[in-house]
């Protein structure tokens, strides 16, 4: 009943209710795997991310075949800034239910993230596990480039982006990334090639655009820059 009462509340987002109404239950039944769910989404809306913590981790030690609970816990954890153990969460998730989608969607949201951030190690490690996940993806592989030029891994970058492409050769992404480290390497003839390629398939790729008008600069054709 208190339970139930506690994700009412928490649905009406009257806080202070719905948490009276969680240690309730808990005291009532300290196993009450629900009530540490629940309790952990109400925390974690409220900012108290230790406590959430704990009582998502009471939630997957109690059902631990349950996919929602991993993935929750790994929302908390993220912003903990446990990365690895938020990355492990969603991995858990998605390997108990295949179906679920918001674990591979975390887990792109957290390297993207990570990217952006600066932490190319973090980062690095996520898109690897999406990859893992999902070894039949371009779109996976053509991410996993980013993450690897980031960490420093240029050989290796390149080697994912041909891969995407021997998945998909109409990967747009993975063509434009492609493009864009061999600029960075200097190869700006074999750049531009790869970049035409994209707007062969989609001609308004806007990123493979910006790159083609920056090989045009180094090149000293303005008058195609300007195009």
């Known amino acids: 009943y208190f339970c139930n009462l506690g994700e009412a509340y928490r649905v009406l987002h009257d806080l202070p209710k719905a948490e009276r109404a969680f240690r309730h239950a808990l005291e009532l039944d300290p196993g009450a795997v629900d009530a540490h769910g629940n309790f ?16 998502a981790d009471r939630a997957v030690e109690l059902r631990p075949e349950h996919a929602e609970s991993h993935n929750n816990r790994g929302l908390i ?3 903990l800034g446990r990365f690895a153990a938020a990355r492990e969460a969603f991995v858990r998730a998605a390997n108990l239910k295949p179906t679920f ?14 990217h952006q951030q600066g932490n190319p190690a973090d980062a690095l490690a996520t898109f690897a596990a999406i990859v893992e996940l999902q070894p039949n993806s371009a779109p996976a592989w053509s991410n996993y480039s980013v993450g690897l030029f980031g960490a420093g891994h240029d050989t290796e970058a390149l080697e994912a982006c041909r891969r995407a492409l021997q998945i998909d050769p109409r990967c747009v992404d993975a063509w434009n990334n492609l493009g864009m480290f061999q600029i960075l390497q200097g190869k700006l003839t ?3 090639a790869s970049l035409q390629q994209a707007l062969n398939i989609r001609t308004d790729a806007v990123d493979a655009l910006l790159n083609l008008a920056s090989i045009y600069v180094r090149t000293s054709r303005d008058a195609e820059a300007e195009q």
């Open 77 to 79: 954890l993220q912003q």
């Open 101 to 114: 989608s918001a674990p591979r969607q975390n887990l792109e949201r957290l390297a993207n993230t990570l």
């Open 190 to 192: 074999e750049a531009e």
């Open 40 to 55: 952990a989404l109400l925390l974690q809306t409220a900012g108290r991310f230790d406590e959430a913590c704990f009582h």
